[in-house]
């Protein structure tokens, strides 16, 4: 069974950098796009971004200047950094499998339980 | 950018009735449209993608329809473990991927 769990930080000042790892068991990170989602209450669910195995990337133009997906195939994981934080980016932080080896599918069907990220001096 | 709008923001229902939810699309997105299912403190579950098709082990209550611009989600006979906040998604046209505000759904 596909689990995905995401880890980091839950506290973040402004301007610095956010970065949280998302781990995968029960599965291969291998050929699939593996993405970050956030929510908050003003905003509802947010597309972040996505990378594939191969390290391909897309980010979310509203947050490209600021985003970077990285991926370790190694370990299994792969990670997200969001310089420049504000209060904005306050937000529970989800990783999200594509189900659909080498295919972008564009829907996501295995998530993360979610990381609550709260940005604050 | 496309811009999906849910409605209505709350829909109540009494046990085994339909819930009927809708999703509107600023533009065309064909049949790429997803609907998730939240519950509190967890994360959104897939129900439906390519708009129609039931994703595993999803009980065959929940049907979702249309295409272009209009979409609808059905939970023919609720029941109270279908209480929770329903999303839909496009995945058509692409950056961003757009979720819609969400339906609350609650038990009369």
């Known amino acids: 069974q596909v689990q995905l769990q995401e880890s980091g930080p839950g506290l973040v000042k402004p301007s610095d950098t956010l970065s949280l790892t998302c781990t995968l068991s029960?599965?291969?990170?291998?050929?699939?796009?593996w993405s970050w989602i956030r929510q908050s209450p003003g905003k509802g669910l947010e597309w972040i971004g996505f990378?594939?195995?191969?390290?391909?990337?897309f980010y979310n133009p509203s947050l490209k200047s600021r985003v970077s997906i990285s991926i370790d195939a190694s370990k299994n994981h792969f990670s997200l950094n969001l310089a420049s934080v504000t209060a904005a980016d306050t937000a529970v932080y989800f990783c999200?499998?594509?189900?659909?080896?080498?295919?972008?599918?564009?829907?996501?069907?295995?998530w993360g339980q979610g990381t609550l990220v709260t940005v604050s001096s | 950018e496309i811009v999906m709008t849910q409605s209505p923001a709350t829909l109540s229902v009494s046990p085994g009735e339909r819930a009927t939810l809708s999703c509107r699309a600023s533009?065309?997105?064909?049949?790429?449209l997803a609907w998730y299912q939240q519950k509190p403190g967890q994360s959104p579950r897939l129900l439906i993608y390519?708009?129609?098709t039931r994703a595993a082990g999803i009980p065959a209550r929940f049907s979702g329809s249309g295409s272009g611009t209009e979409f609808t989600l059905t939970i023919s006979s609720l029941q109270s473990a279908d209480s929770a906040v329903y999303y839909c998604?496009?995945?058509?046209?692409?950056?961003?991927?757009?979720f819609g505000g969400g339906t609350k759904v609650e038990i009369k």
């Open positions: 999200a499998r594509s189900p659909d080896s080498d295919v972008w599918s564009g829907y996501y069907d295995y």
């Open positions: 029960g599965g291969s990170i291998s050929g699939y796009y």
């Open positions: 990378i594939h195995y191969s390290g391909n990337t």
């Open positions: 533009h065309y997105v064909s049949s790429n």
């Open positions: 390519r708009a129609s």
């Open positions: 998604q496009q995945y058509n046209e692409w950056p961003p991927l757009t």
